[in-house]
């Protein structure tokens, strides 16, 4: 094996992979972060969030993962991306068209009317509860706790972000945003924001196993963003019955394919889906979980001394 400067040719070509990967990613999620701007949220956090399911699922696409690594890709792996490919484009052919806004006035008009309003308080209650009662007694037995969180700060996150998003391209296209406080306001809401997503949504990661984690983050983030967008933006108003079905069916169809995948990303050749993907990481620790996959203390540890 040759050795350049001390290297092995198959660590430089790791190092190299690597920083491809982080290059790609930083790409990718800043382009996530653009499309913001020149789309509707109903249309971008179907697509973008499919980005989450990957990357923590651990599940390589199939023309790459055949291609470049050589796996075999059993049916449901083909099935399941059949599904996320049929449920975005059913959406991007269905998704309404962006409003035309001029300043970010508009958008901090949006962001205060009283429908927008009631849905940010009964939001923050929610994260204020759960934090205070409820985290405490039931975060490492229940999944649902610590998703709930991070679910219920990305919608709010996510219009923050887009108001951000549209102040930016306003100013890049020679109408300075910058200058207006609500363009700071959407900033410091946006941070706030990410900052608790992103803990909670750690600690979710370190209690529970991932797989169980991300098709249910997937769905709550998604489903509440959605909810959200349609509230503040009204992005279902220019739209007929028919139109909102389709959408609903294609969102639904790529549930169905990530779902799919996650449940059967480790199964070669028929044999079944191993205990590891669907358990949370407490089994590896305490060893007894119950019929719902909530960790229990050893056995030994009940007998008397």
Known sequence: MKHVGGLS????????RWIIVIVAVIVGEIANFAAYAFAPA???????????????????????????????????GILGCVLCVVGSTTI??????????ESVKEVWDLATEPAFLL????????????????IPYYGQTHVMVYIS???????????SVKA??????????GMNQLLYPQTWTFTLVVLACVITQINYLNKALDTFNTAVVAPIYYVMFTTLTILASVIMFKDWDGQNATQIVTEVCG????????FLL??????????SQSLSSRLPKHDEEDGVLDHEGVPLRRLDSLRPK
């Open 262 to 271: 996650h449940k059967t990303k480790d199964m070669i050749e028929g044999s």
């Open 164 to 173: 951000l998003g549209i102040a930016l391209k306003l100013t890049f296209s």
């Open 251 to 258: 969102f639904v169809t790529i549930l169905s394919g990530t």
């Open 149 to 159: 969180v991070c679910s219920l700060m990305g919608s709010l996150s996510v219009m």
């Open 9 to 16: 040719a198959v660590r430089i070509v790791c190092i190299l």
């Open 119 to 134: 849905y940010a308080a009964i939001v923050i209650a929610a994260v204020i509860v759960i934090i205070i009662r409820v």
């Open 42 to 76: 109903i249309l971008v956090t179907p697509l973008g969030a499919l980005s989450i399911i990957i990357r923590q699922g651990n599940i390589h696409f199939a023309a790459l993962a055949h291609v470049m690594l050589q796996e075999k890709l059993h049916i449901f």
């Open 92 to 101: 991007v052919l269905h998704a309404p068209q962006e409003r035309e806004i």
